[in-house]
């Protein structure tokens, strides 16, 4: 089982729309890390999380540390948002990431 | 911008060669790490170093090695290099937990 775990693996959603991105981790995990990787390639670094909620415009991420469980929510979701949504556990100094998740938002 | 910056961004050779990629953190982090995203495995961790030291390891194959110097850049060394190698590279730097990544060198073995 991997230690970090995401689903779903593709979303395609239409404009507009609310977008949820689960991540689920294993035990010893003491912080999670919400990335997007553009098209290009690059890596942007978008939340990290310990405890609770962190909100930024139309993004916010969850983490309930009791079910080792984070959500990546996007609200009003537009065209742009287009990317893969990359989840990674901390831990030992180092971080394990998921596989991703590529969303696709339609005009 | 993520103030991360690494060089060369393409680089093309072939197989039995060895290249090294390049590195510079943000201004007063002192932390380095190296990554590897290929196709079939995706992001993995492949080693750090924190003001000069080697703080911890991944799958980090013997043919690859790394060293953080004075100035806080880094290298990443790739030899005798496989088809297989051919995959991005990136490295962030951090002064804590959270991390900036750099735009990436993709490299190509042909």
């Known amino acids: 089982k991997n230690e970090v775990e995401q689903s779903p693996q593709n979303l395609t959603a239409q404009e507009g729309e609310f977008i949820t991105i689960n991540c689920s981790y294993s035990?010893?995990?003491?912080?999670l890390h919400w990335l997007q990787q553009h098209p290009g390639g690059g890596i942007v670094s978008l939340f990290m999380?310990?405890?609770g909620k962190k909100k930024h415009g139309r993004l916010i991420a969850t983490i309930n540390i009791q079910e080792k469980h984070s959500s990546l929510h996007i609200t009003a979701s537009h065209p742009r948002d287009s990317a893969v949504y990359i989840c990674?556990?901390?831990?030992?100094?180092?971080?394990?990431f998921g596989t991703g998740t590529r969303l696709t938002i339609i005009p | 911008d993520s103030g991360v910056t690494q060089t060369p961004k393409h680089l093309i050779t072939a197989t039995g060669q060895r290249v090294t990629l390049r590195c510079s953190p943000r201004?007063?982090?002192?932390?380095v790490y190296w990554y590897q995203q290929s196709l079939d495995q995706g992001l993995q961790f492949l080693i750090q170093?924190?003001?000069?030291?080697?703080?911890a390891k991944g799958n980090i194959l013997e043919r690859f090695s790394a060293q953080q110097f004075p100035d806080l850049h880094s290298e990443l060394n790739l030899s005798s290099l496989e088809l297989g190698d051919s995959a991005l590279y990136f490295c962030?730097?951090?002064?804590?937990?959270?991390?900036?990544f750099g735009p990436g060198t993709r490299l190509t073995v042909l």
């Open positions: 962030a730097s951090s002064k804590g937990v959270g991390q900036f």
């Open positions: 990674a556990g901390w831990r030992n100094e180092k971080l394990t």
């Open positions: 999380l310990s405890s």
């Open positions: 170093y924190y003001n000069g030291e080697e703080r």
């Open positions: 035990v010893g995990i003491s912080a």
């Open positions: 201004s007063g982090d002192l932390s």
